[in-house]
């Protein structure tokens, strides 16, 4: 949702309607879950996806034809073989996928306005398909009929605002992190240079003055030394949060790690530490490090709301 309604919003403002395409429930083995979300106008598929494969190929057909009659609608998409309207995919499932229209008027902008308020700043809620618009529902139990959950944005937070940063914050942005990048130097935390990110100027030893840590926070330390380094770990293992990962060789790591077990802190609370930050995938750059330091957020991201679901993480393959 975090690049569909931006999307559709741009085709709003440029007077053009515009078709979601959302899952709405979803049986057995699918390509993706309920929540999965497909922009689609008069050309084609703008943002998000529903799967890929034979699924998103006849969802846009329907969706074309639906936006060319101004019209909402629903179709079941089944994934058996030897079934009744196969598309040629064996996952086993099926998938429901419910149309909305959004006639290109201001009621319309409005509404779309409304809803990436909501993602951006990670307040929950439902999406309620149907009629002339959707309608937006609060709380955490699904209302009745066709919804759908409005993501609540795990935020990542990074600790020095440098080349490392300056690779990683659009690409947490893209993949659905809310990113914050918190800097001592006016001249890496300001927003020109992170337009995607809120930016905070502020002093490395005094962090819960400028902001509050969560438990479902991510923060990266990418300071640009060992002092600023350790200050930011002390304060980050005084609190309860979803991944802490820092950059630096074995070298640095251990010598912050024994200041922190000076400081009191166990082997314990060390072990909640992600470092050296990223996946071992023998990264060098800075861009390179960045895809490392995602992909790890991101698995630690998925094994999360896999322990809290209780059932495995979907499989984006049909």
């Given at each position: 949702?975090?690049t569909v309604f931006p999307a559709l919003i741009r085709e ?225 293992l005084g609190h309860e949060l979803a991944y802490i990962g ?61 322990r809290d679901s209780g059932a495995p993480c979907p499989m984006?393959?049909?």
């Amino acid at each position: 949702m975090t690049t569909v309604f931006p999307a559709l919003i741009r085709e709003l403002r440029a007077g053009r309607s515009a078709m979601l395409a959302a899952i709405v429930s979803h049986e057995g083995s699918s390509p993706r879950e309920a929540g999965s979300v497909m922009l689609v106008g008069s050309s084609g598929r703008l943002a998000g996806t529903i799967g890929g494969g034979a699924v998103e190929q006849n969802a846009q057909a329907e969706a074309q034809r639906l936006l060319a009659s101004g019209t909402s609608g629903t179709h079941e998409y089944c994934l058996h073989q030897n079934r009744q309207e196969d598309i040629g995919m064996v996952c086993g499932g099926s998938v429901t996928v419910f149309f909305q229209y959004f006639s290109a008027q201001e009621a319309s902008l409005r509404l779309a306005e409304a809803v990436l308020r909501r993602i951006e700043t990670g307040q929950p809620g439902y999406m309620v398909l149907g009629g002339d618009l959707p309608t937006l529902a609060d709380g955490s139990a699904p209302p009745q009929g066709a919804a759908i959950p409005l993501p609540t944005l795990h935020r990542a937070i990074l600790f020095g605002g440098g080349h490392i940063a300056l690779a990683l914050a659009p690409l947490l942005n893209s993949v659905g992190f809310r990113v914050t990048v918190f800097d001592d130097r006016a001249e890496f935390s300001g927003p020109a240079r992170f337009p995607m990110a809120e930016t905070i100027h502020g002093d490395y030893e005094r962090i819960g003055d400028y902001l509050a840590l969560g438990p479902e926070d991510y923060v990266v330390v990418v300071t640009e030394g060992h002092r600023h380094d350790f200050a930011v770990e002390r304060q980050a293992l005084g609190h309860e949060l979803a991944y802490i990962g820092a950059i630096g060789s074995k070298t640095k790591t251990a010598a912050v790690n024994q200041r922190l077990l000076d400081c009191g802190f166990t082997q314990a609370d060390l072990e909640r530490l992600h470092a050296p930050i990223g996946l071992p995938i023998k990264s060098a750059t800075p861009e390179e490090i960045a895809v490392s330091i995602a992909a790890e957020m991101i698995l630690v991201r998925a094994e999360r709301r896999e322990r809290d679901s209780g059932a495995p993480c979907p499989m984006a393959e049909g």
